[in-house]
């Protein structure tokens, strides 16, 4: 005994030494960044001089991050998206459950009567958990119908009321601070982080009182469609750009006052779309995980038994 708490100790101790190197490492890191950075009278670097000076006057904005991520570089945020897009689908394939058929199979009614006919009292394992497997599904689907409620439920067994109680006041605040990104951040862009803080304000109201609450702003038939339509409306704005200015994403609309909701053309459109492109996909990637029931792996255990 003695000698294994000597040899615990030892290597508690080595751990806290390599922790300790790691965090003096990144603190010299971050002590050199810091003296480096450019002062009030250093020279701007090229594509920051030029994000600077075209804001206004090119763009009418006074928020030149927005500028270069909707407007001057515009088509890597248009390409990013639809890569977001892409890894949504992808996730979404993965993870989606089997779909009922719509129409009447011929096939399956003869499948079933041939096999009734060679084997009238199937007594097989696996037939016997597909049984109970469809149940299941079908009490899940009951469950989850439009008649199910969404309102808020009783405290859940492990949270509190003082849990639910802050998700209550915070999810409000977060989501106006979301609102707030959207319509006047200026870093890292808009839509961009106010799509991040709606799926954090359904995330803190999924932990604190369950999915049910959630349930109908988070279903993927409703947020595909609403996904799909933000972006349509970002290839809208980019294709008119192309033919109105003979630029993709060039800004094709009127500017107004700087400073203001609308000022800026396309910029605020575009960062609208993205608030909801990058929102619902989010959503989707998440709650189609965390909804994730089934197994793509075959668990029946191998041996001459195995039904082949």
Known sequence: MTGRQESHDEHGRHRTWAAVALVAGMAVLL?????????????????????????????????????????SRGFDTFGETFLLLAAVASVLLLTRRRERRAGFQGEEVAAT???SEQDPHPTSGRNEREARAAEREEEREDSDGPDASWSVPPRLPGLTVVVQGAARVLAPALAVAGLYLFAFGSSP??????GGVALGVLLLLYAAFGRHLVRQVTS????????????????????????????????????????GFRSGGILQPFSGAELVEVGT????????????????????????????
Not at 40 to 51: C, D, N, S
Not at 220 to 225: C, Q, S, Y
Not at 281 to 308: I, K, M, N
């Open 31 to 71: 002590l050199l960044a810091v003296t480096d950075l450019p002062r009030e009278a250093a020279p701007l670097p090229t594509v920051a001089r030029e994000a600077m000076t075209s804001a206004l006057p090119a763009w009418g904005s006074t928020e030149p991050v927005s500028v270069v991520v909707y407007g």
């Open 189 to 194: 862009g808009g839509g961009f982080p106010a």
């Open 113 to 115: 009567r041939e096999r």
């Open 281 to 308: 996909g989010l959503v989707l990637v998440t709650f189609a995980l965390l909804d994730l029931r089934h197994d793509w792996a075959d668990d029946t255990p191998e041996g001459p038994g195995r039904e082949q």
């Open 220 to 259: 993927a038939a409703g947020v595909e469609v609403v996904e799909l339509a933000g972006a349509a409306v970002i290839v809208l704005i980019a294709v008119v750009g192309l033919v109105a200015e003979g630029s993709l994403t060039a800004n094709w609309l009127p500017l107004t006052r700087p400073g």
